[in-house]
């Protein structure tokens, strides 16, 4: 069925709006330097100001210029990516899951929520009829992908009733869920930093932010208790494997060295102490590896600070440790370790593992 352009407005992840940005914008790829012409000024406008509604009020809003929200979408990822802030990019990615929250809270289509979950998410989800009070039913396998990130005990699984391998949840619950998704799936876009700088108007942006993230940024951020340790617990299972081979002394192919280099440097490890994380390599020679970590920590060559490769590129290489039945459909290593850090840090506060005394009945 095809979508209306307010509905890809309000949803601009859905695939049928990256096809409507395409046929606008004239390109077959998107590509920013259209953006200079004097018709796409509002666009610039309203991506800068996603950013900055982000960072003031921690929530995207909804305006009724439905081309120009739409076409905003991928700009204002483009923008963070472009000023290379984990803190921004974690912080942009929750305000558009509460956008979501609120439009979806208003929706009357019941199929939109199907849409997202099974389209965009890849979940298993179907609509309950005559199951009241429930909704919608989610595969077993991608509720336990999304649920846990949510401290209230009543969202164990044991709490929950369960069907033929799938979890009923109301309305409200299911809204939540896939508004958590989204959430992940911006934090993995924004994971793949932009080399180099963006032109014209776009680089203006970039710099204005810049300087608004001097100023909103909080004074501890999340991971700053954790920065510069290795928290080999947090780790996705591909970077612990390959930590631990260097560590072994083990060979290890060129984009696993890579990619544990760049993932290390990304999470606060000294530079020195990543250097010497291959000295016990047979072919080990320092002066060659500090300079190729050098380059991939930013202080040579193009200066460009790299991020390690996507889970996706990873698996293509063949080093993606059993098909990331591990990872809960996490797509990049430094999201799957920033969650891993949040959840042990809720540990460390104290957060017990909380369950029911007796599981909730089946559904009928």
């Not at 208790?225 to 560590?247: S, T, W």
């Not at 993606?320 to 996490?330: A, H, L, P, Q, S």
Request: proline share 5%; aromatic share 10%.
């Amino acid at each position: 069925m095809e979508e209306s352009i307010e509905t890809l407005a309000k949803y601009p992840f859905i695939p049928e709006a990256s096809e409507y940005f395409k046929v606008k914008t004239g390109t077959g790829d998107i590509l920013l330097t259209d953006f200079e012409k004097p018709e796409f000024e509002e666009i610039l406008s309203r991506a800068e100001e996603r950013i900055r509604e982000a960072l003031d009020r921690e929530e995207v809003s909804y305006k009724s210029k439905v081309y120009v929200e739409l076409l905003s979408f991928p700009l204002t990822l483009a923008i963070v990516k472009a000023v290379g802030d984990s803190f921004l990019s974690q912080r942009y990615a929750s305000a558009e899951a509460k956008r979501l929250i609120k439009l979806l809270q208003n929706e009357k289509s019941q199929t939109i929520f199907l849409k997202i979950a099974n389209e965009v998410l890849m979940w298993k989800a179907e609509y309950v009829w005559q199951k009241a009070p429930y909704d919608y039913a989610l595969s077993i396998k991608n509720y336990l992908q999304i649920a846990p990130i949510f401290r209230d005990r009543n969202w164990k699984l044991i709490n929950k009733p369960v069907k033929d391998g799938y979890v009923y949840l109301t309305r409200g619950e299911f809204t939540r869920l896939v508004a958590e998704g989204i959430k992940n799936i911006i934090e993995d876009e924004l994971e793949d930093r932009f080399d180099g700088e963006l032109p014209g108007k776009l680089g203006k942006i970039v710099n204005r932010i810049r300087l608004l993230l001097s100023e909103k940024r909080p004074k501890v951020e999340e991971l700053e208790e954790y920065k510069g340790r290795i928290i080999l617990e947090a780790f996705p299972p591909c970077i612990g494997a390959f930590y631990q081979a260097l560590v072994n002394g083990q060979h290890l192919p060129h984009t696993a060295r890579f990619a544990v280099t760049s993932f290390l440097l990304n999470i606060g490890v000294d530079l020195g102490d990543v250097v010497k994380l291959f000295t016990g390599l047979p072919d080990a020679n320092e002066r060659i590896t500090r300079y190729q970590v050098e380059h991939i920590a930013g202080l040579r060559g193009s200066k460009t600070k790299y991020t390690p490769p996507k889970c996706e590129t990873l698996k293509t290489h063949g080093l993606c440790v059993e098909d990331g039945k591990f990872c809960r459909g996490v797509k990049h290593p430094l999201s799957y370790y920033r969650r891993s850090i949040r959840r042990i840090g809720r540990v460390g506060e104290g957060e017990k593992s909380e369950v029911s005394e007796e599981p909730i009945q089946e559904v009928l």
